[in-house]
C-alpha cells in the first residue's frame, strides 16, 4: 500500500471462493492432459504379448460368462436381441463408466507423490483418466461393431435405428457421471478411508440395479421407477434402442440422466477443487 | 526494482500423529464454530513453536509462523535452517503444492518449482517420452519442449540412450534427465529444493553453473533450498535463516550464514542442567565448550583445523583419588561412534583436586563436515562418577581444503583422508 502498487500475476491464500475453479489453468495445461494419456497408453502395453489386444479380453470373457448365466441357466429375457449381442452393448457402456468412476476415485491417493511434488490443475488427472478411458472405449467399441456385423450377416433381427446420433451426447454423459461421481468419492476418501473400500465393491453391486444384464422391459413394473433412478438406466436404454432397435428411450429418463450428471459434475468439481488445497497434508 | 514474490503473515500448521484430519466430530466442531458462530479457528490458538525434540501439550503445531519478506526479480535467494525448520514446508506453499493456513502471498511471474528431481518420471516410457512428460508436468508447453529439446538432451549427457525406457537408466543418469528439464524452463521464478545432493559432483557443479547463469544472465528469480553452505555462498546473493517456522534473520548471505552457524546449536542445555545422566555424582561435569582455532563461532570447527574441548566439573565428596578418567566419545549424527579421546591415554600432569577444568587439545582434526555430539563420561577410583550421552553438539563444516573449490558430497564416511596423487 505504500509503495507503488504492482499487478500480481497470482495470489496465494488459505481459501479461493467455492467457485473459483480454476478452469483456465486447467486449459492452459491441455498439453499435459494428452501427455497423460499417451503415458497410460503406452505404459499399458509395453512389455505385454497382446498388446492392445487386452482391451478385447475382458469384455469377450465378460459377454461369453453372462451369455451361459444370466442367457443360458437363468433364462432371462434380452428383448428378443441375440443374447451375446445383448450383453455386449450393456458391458462396453457400463464398463465405460464403471472404469471412469472407480480410476477417478483414487486419484488423490494414487497420486499423493506427484501432487506433493508439483503444481498443475489437479483436475488434470481425472480428466485424462476419463479420456485416456476413451481410448480403450473406442477399442471396445471396434469389438462391438464388429461383432453387429457377424450377427447381421447372419439375419439376425436387430437394426440400429436414428438414435445413433445421439450417443456422442451419451458417451459424453458417461464420462462426466463417471467423473463427477469419482471426484466426489476420491474428495471424501482422502478425509475418511473406509469409502474406498465400498467403491468397487458399490460398482460392482450398482451394475445389477440397471439394465446390463435384463432389458428394462421386462422389469416388473413395480421396479421399474427403481431401476430407472439409476442415472444409467436411461444411457444405457438409450445405447441399445440406438444400436440394436430395442429399448426404452423415452426423454424423460435422458433428461433425468442429464440433469444428474450435471449435478454430480458440478458438486464433484467443486469439493475436489476444495479437497485439492490441503490434501497434501491430510492424506 | 520490482517485486517478484512477497509474503504477508504467512502460518502454516500441522495435526500431528493422526492420518488425515482427524476425526468427523472435530471437523464438525471445527465447522460449527467458524462457519456458523463466525469464530477464530479453534485449532488454531493452541498451536506452539515446531520444536521436535520436546513434546508439546497440543498436538498442533506450526510449521511456519507469521513469515513476512518480499523477493526482488532477478535475486537469488538462499533458504537455509535446520532440518523441521520449515523451509520445506515454504517451498511448498510457494509452489502451491499445499496452500497456507493464513497470510498471502503475492506472485508476479510464472513459478517453476523443482522439489523433487524427475517427478512424474515413468519407468516404462523412453527418456524422449519422459521429457515431454516430464516438461508439460512442470508446466511447459509442447512447443516451448520441441523447441528446448536439443539443448535439454545435450544438457543431459544422455543423448545416446535417448530412446531407451528410463528404467533401464542408471541413477546418475536418471537425475541428469530430470534436472536438465527443469532447468529449461521458461519461467520467471525458478524455486528448487535441495535436489542437487543426488548427482556426482561435477554434475552438482553443472547445475550450480546452469542455475548461475539463470540468475545472473537471464534476470530470474531463484528460491533455493541447501545444507550447504558454499553453494547458497556461491548462488545467493541474500538469505533467509528459518528457525522453528519463523524467521530468524534475513540479509545478506554471508552475514546469515554465520548467523546460522553460530546459532545452529546454541540452543541446548548447559551441562549442568541436563538430567539424563548416569554415576555416582562424586565428580558431575557443570559445562563444556568447543571452540574452533580457525571459527570465531562457539560449536563449530572447520575441518582439518584444531579445536578444543573443555569441560568443568565440580567434585562433591572430598576423596582420596588414586585413579581417575575422564573420556569423551565423538558420534556422527546417525549416533556412531567415529572417534573417542581420554585422558587416560596420555600423559598430562593434570590433577583433578587441582583444577575444576579439563581441556582437550585437537589437533587437524580429520572429521568430515556435519553435526556432531558428545558423549561425555568420568570415573573416579573405578567407579563412574559421571556420565552423559549425547550431549555438547558441534558441527564440522567444510573448508576447501583440497583446494579444488568443489565442495565434498556428502555420504561418504566419516573422515577426510590428506592425500594426494603422486
Given at each position: 500500500m505504500?509503495?507503488?502498487?504492482?499487478?500480481?500475476?497470482?495470489?496465494?491464500?488459505?481459501?479461493?471462493?467455492?467457485?473459483?475453479?480454476?478452469?483456465?489453468?486447467?486449459w492452459?495445461?491441455?498439453?499435459l492432459l494428452?501427455?497423460?494419456?499417451?503415458?497410460d497408453?503406452?505404459s499399458?502395453?509395453k512389455?505385454?504379448?497382446?498388446?492392445?489386444?487386452?482391451?478385447?479380453?475382458?469384455?469377450?470373457?465378460?459377454?461369453i460368462i453372462?451369455?451361459?448365466?444370466?442367457?443360458?441357466?437363468?433364462?432371462?429375457s434380452?428383448d428378443?436381441?441375440?443374447?451375446?449381442?445383448?450383453y455386449?452393448?450393456?458391458?462396453?457402456?457400463?464398463?465405460y463408466?464403471?472404469d471412469?468412476?472407480?480410476?477417478?476415485?483414487?486419484?488423490?491417493?494414487?497420486?499423493?507423490?506427484?501432487?506433493?511434488?508439483?503444481y498443475?490443475?489437479?483436475?488434470?488427472?481425472?480428466?485424462?483418466?476419463v479420456?485416456?478411458?476413451?481410448?480403450?472405449?473406442?477399442?471396445?467399441?471396434?469389438?462391438?461393431?464388429?461383432?453387429?456385423g457377424?450377427?447381421?450377416w447372419?439375419?439376425?433381427n436387430?437394426?440400429?435405428?436414428?438414435a445413433?446420433?445421439?450417443f456422442?451426447?451419451?458417451?459424453?454423459?458417461?464420462?462426466l457421471?463417471?467423473?463427477?461421481?469419482?471426484?466426489?468419492?476420491?474428495?471424501l476418501t482422502t478425509?475418511?478411508?473406509?469409502?474406498?473400500?465400498?467403491v468397487?465393491f458399490?460398482?460392482?453391486l450398482?451394475?445389477?440395479t440397471t439394465?446390463?444384464?435384463?432389458?428394462?422391459?421386462?422389469?416388473?413394473?413395480?421396479?421399474?421407477t427403481?431401476?430407472?433412478?439409476?442415472?444409467?438406466?436411461?444411457?444405457?436404454?438409450?445405447s441399445?434402442f440406438?444400436?440394436?432397435?430395442q429399448?426404452?428411450?423415452t426423454?424423460?429418463?435422458?433428461?433425468?440422466?442429464?440433469?444428474?450428471?450435471?449435478v454430480?459434475?458440478?458438486?464433484?468439481?467443486?469439493i475436489?477443487?476444495?479437497?485439492e488445497?490441503?490434501?497434501?497434508?491430510t492424506? | 526494482?520490482?517485486?517478484a514474490?512477497?509474503?504477508?503473515?504467512?502460518?502454516k500448521?500441522?495435526?500431528l500423529?493422526?492420518?488425515?484430519?482427524?476425526?468427523?466430530?472435530?471437523?464438525l466442531?471445527?465447522?460449527f464454530?467458524?462457519?456458523?458462530?463466525?469464530q477464530?479457528?479453534?485449532?488454531l490458538?493452541?498451536?506452539?513453536?515446531?520444536?521436535?525434540?520436546t513434546?508439546?501439550a497440543?498436538?498442533?503445531?506450526?510449521?511456519?509462523k507469521?513469515i513476512?519478506?518480499?523477493?526482488?526479480?532477478?535475486?537469488a535467494?538462499g533458504i537455509?535452517?535446520?532440518?523441521?525448520?520449515?523451509?520445506s514446508t515454504?517451498?511448498?506453499?510457494?509452489?502451491?503444492v499445499?496452500?497456507?493456513?493464513?497470510?498471502?502471498?503475492?506472485?508476479?511471474?510464472?513459478?517453476?518449482?523443482?522439489?523433487?528431481?524427475?517427478?512424474?518420471?515413468?519407468?516404462?516410457?523412453?527418456?524422449?517420452?519422459?521429457?515431454?512428460?516430464?516438461?508439460?508436468?512442470?508446466?511447459m508447453?509442447?512447443?516451448?519442449?520441441?523447441?528446448?529439446?536439443?539443448?535439454i538432451?545435450?544438457?543431459?549427457?544422455?543423448e545416446?540412450?535417448i530412446?531407451?525406457?528410463?528404467?533401464?537408466?542408471?541413477?546418475?543418469m536418471?537425475?541428469?534427465?530430470?534436472?536438465?528439464v527443469?532447468?529449461?524452463?521458461?519461467?520467471?521464478?525458478?524455486?528448487?529444493?535441495?535436489?542437487l545432493?543426488?548427482?556426482?559432483?561435477?554434475?552438482?557443479?553443472k547445475?550450480?553453473?546452469?542455475?548461475?547463469?539463470?540468475?545472473?544472465?537471464?534476470?530470474?528469480?531463484?528460491?533455493?533450498?541447501?545444507?550447504?553452505m558454499a553453494?547458497?555462498?556461491n548462488?545467493?546473493q541474500?538469505?533467509i535463516?528459518?528457525?522453528?517456522?519463523e524467521?530468524?534473520?534475513i540479509?545478506?548471505?554471508?552475514?546469515?550464514?554465520?548467523k546460522?552457524?553460530?546459532n545452529q546449536?546454541?540452543?541446548?542445555?548447559?551441562?549442568?542442567?541436563?538430567?539424563?545422566?548416569?554415576?555416582?555424582?562424586?565428580?558431575?561435569?557443570?559445562?563444556g565448550?568447543?571452540?574452533?582455532v580457525?571459527?570465531?563461532?562457539?560449536?563449530?570447527?572447520?575441518?582439518f583445523?584444531?579445536?578444543?574441548?573443555?569441560?568443568?566439573?565440580?567434585?562433591?565428596n572430598?576423596?582420596?583419588?588414586?585413579?581417575?578418567?575422564?573420556e569423551?566419545?565423538?558420534?556422527?549424527?546417525m549416533?556412531?561412534r567415529?572417534?573417542?579421546?581420554?585422558?587416560?591415554?596420555?600423559?598430562?600432569h593434570f590433577?583433578?583436586?587441582?583444577?575444576?577444568?579439563?581441556?582437550?587439545?585437537v589437533?587437524?582434526?580429520?572429521?568430515?563436515?556435519?553435526?556432531?555430539t558428545?558423549?561425555?563420561?568420568?570415573?573416579?577410583n573405578?567407579?563412574?562418577?559421571?556420565?552423559?550421552?549425547?550431549?555438547?553438539?558441534f558441527?564440522i563444516?567444510?573448508?576447501d581444503?583440497?583446494?579444488t573449490?568443489?565442495?565434498?558430497?556428502?555420504?561418504?564416511?566419516?573422515?577426510?583422508?590428506?592425500?594426494?596423487?603422486?
Open positions: 505504500s509503495k507503488k502498487s504492482q499487478n500480481w500475476d497470482f495470489i496465494i491464500e488459505p481459501q479461493n471462493s467455492l467457485f473459483d475453479l480454476n478452469l483456465k489453468d486447467v492452459r495445461y491441455r498439453d494428452w501427455m497423460f494419456v499417451k503415458r497408453f503406452v499399458f502395453y512389455q505385454t504379448i497382446l498388446g492392445p489386444l487386452w482391451f478385447f479380453i475382458q469384455p469377450v470373457f465378460t459377454t453372462y451369455t451361459f448365466i444370466f442367457g443360458g441357466l437363468a433364462n432371462l434380452t428378443s436381441l441375440p443374447q451375446p449381442l445383448f455386449m452393448v450393456g458391458i462396453t457402456t457400463w464398463n463408466f464403471s471412469c468412476i472407480t480410476k477417478t476415485s483414487t486419484v488423490f491417493k494414487d497420486n499423493a507423490n506427484i501432487f506433493g511434488k508439483v498443475f490443475p489437479r483436475l488434470i488427472m481425472p480428466l485424462s483418466i479420456t485416456s478411458n476413451l481410448v480403450r472405449f473406442a477399442v471396445q467399441m471396434i469389438l462391438m461393431i464388429t461383432m453387429m457377424y450377427y447381421a447372419n439375419g439376425a436387430f437394426h440400429m435405428t436414428w445413433i446420433t445421439l456422442p451426447l451419451l458417451v459424453l454423459l458417461m464420462a457421471l463417471g467423473l463427477g461421481l469419482g471426484l466426489i468419492i476420491t474428495a478425509k475418511y478411508r473406509d469409502l474406498a473400500f465400498l468397487t458399490g460398482i460392482q450398482l451394475m445389477y439394465t446390463v444384464i435384463y432389458p428394462l422391459s421386462s422389469a416388473p413394473a413395480k421396479y421399474k427403481m431401476i430407472s433412478l439409476n442415472p444409467m438406466t436411461g444411457i444405457i436404454e438409450c441399445r440406438a444400436f440394436l432397435g429399448g426404452q428411450l426423454w424423460y429418463t435422458l433428461g433425468y440422466s442429464t440433469v444428474f450428471t450435471l454430480s459434475l458440478i458438486l464433484g468439481i467443486i475436489f477443487n476444495k479437497t488445497k490441503t490434501f497434501v497434508d492424506v | 526494482m520490482a517485486s514474490i512477497k509474503v504477508e503473515n504467512l502460518s500448521i500441522y495435526r500423529g493422526e492420518i488425515g484430519t482427524g476425526t468427523i466430530s472435530r471437523d466442531e471445527r465447522f464454530k467458524m462457519k456458523i458462530l463466525k477464530e479457528d479453534p485449532f490458538r493452541i498451536g506452539e513453536a515446531n520444536d521436535r525434540a513434546k508439546g497440543s498436538d498442533i503445531v506450526y510449521s511456519l507469521d513476512n519478506f518480499e523477493i526482488e526479480q532477478g535475486d535467494v537455509i535452517g535446520r532440518n523441521g525448520a520449515g523451509k515454504l517451498l511448498k506453499i510457494l509452489s502451491r499445499t496452500s497456507p493456513t493464513t497470510g498471502k502471498i503475492n506472485i508476479k511471474g510464472r513459478v517453476a518449482s523443482l522439489l523433487e528431481v524427475g517427478t512424474g518420471f515413468h519407468p516404462e516410457l523412453t527418456g524422449r517420452e519422459n521429457i515431454y512428460l516430464n516438461g508439460a508436468i512442470l508446466g508447453r509442447k512447443k516451448e519442449i520441441d523447441r528446448n529439446f536439443d539443448e538432451v545435450d544438457f543431459s549427457g544422455v545416446r540412450y530412446d531407451t525406457p528410463v528404467k533401464r537408466y542408471s541413477s546418475g536418471y537425475v541428469r534427465l530430470a534436472f536438465a527443469a532447468a529449461h524452463l521458461e519461467s520467471e521464478i525458478l524455486i528448487v529444493d535441495e535436489v545432493a543426488v548427482g556426482d559432483a561435477e554434475f552438482q557443479k547445475c550450480l553453473g546452469k542455475m548461475n547463469d539463470v540468475s545472473k544472465t537471464s534476470g530470474r528469480t531463484i528460491l533455493f533450498v541447501s545444507h550447504n553453494s547458497i555462498q548462488l545467493c541474500s538469505c535463516f528459518l528457525t522453528k517456522g524467521i530468524n534473520h540479509g545478506e548471505t554471508k552475514e546469515v550464514i554465520n546460522y552457524l553460530s546449536l546454541s540452543n541446548t542445555l548447559k551441562l549442568s542442567e541436563i538430567e539424563e545422566r548416569k554415576g555416582n555424582k562424586d565428580l558431575i561435569f557443570i559445562n565448550e568447543i571452540i574452533g580457525n571459527t570465531d563461532n562457539l560449536d563449530s570447527v572447520e575441518s583445523s584444531d579445536f578444543t574441548i573443555s569441560l568443568e566439573f565440580k567434585l562433591i572430598q576423596l582420596k583419588i588414586s585413579n581417575f578418567k575422564i569423551i566419545g565423538i558420534n556422527n549424527n549416533g556412531d567415529v572417534a573417542w579421546i581420554s585422558s587416560n591415554n596420555i600423559i598430562s590433577d583433578l583436586l587441582i583444577s575444576n577444568k579439563i581441556t582437550f587439545l589437533k587437524n582434526c580429520p572429521l568430515a563436515p556435519g553435526d556432531y558428545c558423549s561425555i563420561f568420568s570415573e573416579i573405578n567407579n563412574i562418577s559421571d556420565w552423559l550421552q549425547n550431549v555438547l553438539p558441527a563444516v567444510e573448508k581444503y583440497y583446494n573449490g568443489k565442495s565434498l558430497p556428502a555420504g561418504q564416511g566419516n573422515i577426510l583422508l590428506n592425500y594426494s596423487i603422486i
